[in-house]
């Protein structure tokens, strides 16, 4: 089976939608995600939501080239969540024909934060959505260990986990326990690299994440050790923001380089060997 390599949003910015799907086709890849809601206040994202023209034409060259949106960022989860108000972005991701929902939990009472997770899940079922939670070691689910304990007592066929390299290197995740998470719990994962050690800070944490991460290969995280600890027909999403090599580069050759470091890394953890 050919694996999926879908084209994250951090990885094309500033392209919108139309474009990054277009660039998809042109390299290779065999998804695009989106972004269609801020990860913080002044995050950047693709108003898809609000605007129709940019959403049609985003479908059209959806259509016009069989590359899918895989995935859409990004629903936060507070202490105030209500499942209203994601109404909007659903049925968003359901025009786009999207698999997959992007969860972060920001509520620091997992119980709650259990329940908004299952409430969020059974908004998204209708449209054909799982729902996956994130972990990242500045949010309320910190490790994989929390992520899997939150989504098995949420219950919903729907709810799945999501392993990102970088998060999953710089938490109290081993590759033990991301190779012991359950297959129907898993949609897709992230692939990048970064520097090694962790920093001390969750501004430093956060930076890097948004601002500074690195092609697979060029960092210090054991991403062929991820990769065999995945299931082979996973898919891979490549989120690979930079703010000094992808404005340098632009988006078509950062993207170029990003999928050609991919495969890569998973050729050779399908080795079990690593070339010179």
């Known amino acids: 089976m050919t694996r999926v390599y879908s084209l994250a949003y951090l990885t094309s910015v500033p392209l919108a939608p139309p474009d990054a799907v277009v660039l998809a086709k042109k390299l ?43 995935d859409v960022e990004i629903a936060r989860l507070g202490a105030d969540f209500k499942a209203d108000q994601f109404a909007s972005f659903l049925e968003t991701a359901g025009r786009l024909k999207a698999r997959a929902i992007l969860v972060a939990g920001d509520d620091p009472d997992e119980a709650r934060l259990t329940e908004s997770f299952a409430a969020f899940c059974r908004a998204a079922a209708p449209y054909g959505l799982t729902a996956d939670l994130e972990f990242m070691p500045w949010t309320a689910v910190k490790n994989a260990k929390a992520a899997l304990r939150i989504v098995t007592n949420a219950g919903e066929p729907n709810g799945r986990i999501l392993v990102d390299s970088l998060h999953a290197a710089r938490s109290a995740t081993s590759l033990d326990e991301i190779a012991s998470l359950p297959r129907q719990l898993l949609s897709y994962a992230q692939l990048c690299d970064a520097p090694a050690g962790i920093p001390a800070t969750n501004d430093e944490l956060i930076h890097t994440a948004r601002c500074a991460r690195l092609l697979p290969g060029d960092g210090a995280i054991d991403l062929r050790g991820l990769v065999r600890a995945l299931p082979g027909d996973l898919p891979l999403s490549l989120e690979i923001p930079n703010d000094e090599w992808l404005p340098k580069l632009g988006a078509e050759e950062w993207g170029r380089r990003a999928l050609a470091a991919a495969r890569r890394i998973v050729a050779e953890a399908a080795e079990g060997r690593v070339t010179a």
């Open 28 to 70: 290779g890849y065999q998804a695009i995600g989106v972004r269609i809601a801020p990860a913080a206040p002044s995050g950047d994202f693709s108003p898809l939501a609000t605007d129709a023209a940019m959403l049609r034409e985003t479908i059209r060259r959806i259509d016009d080239t069989g590359v899918p949106v895989f």
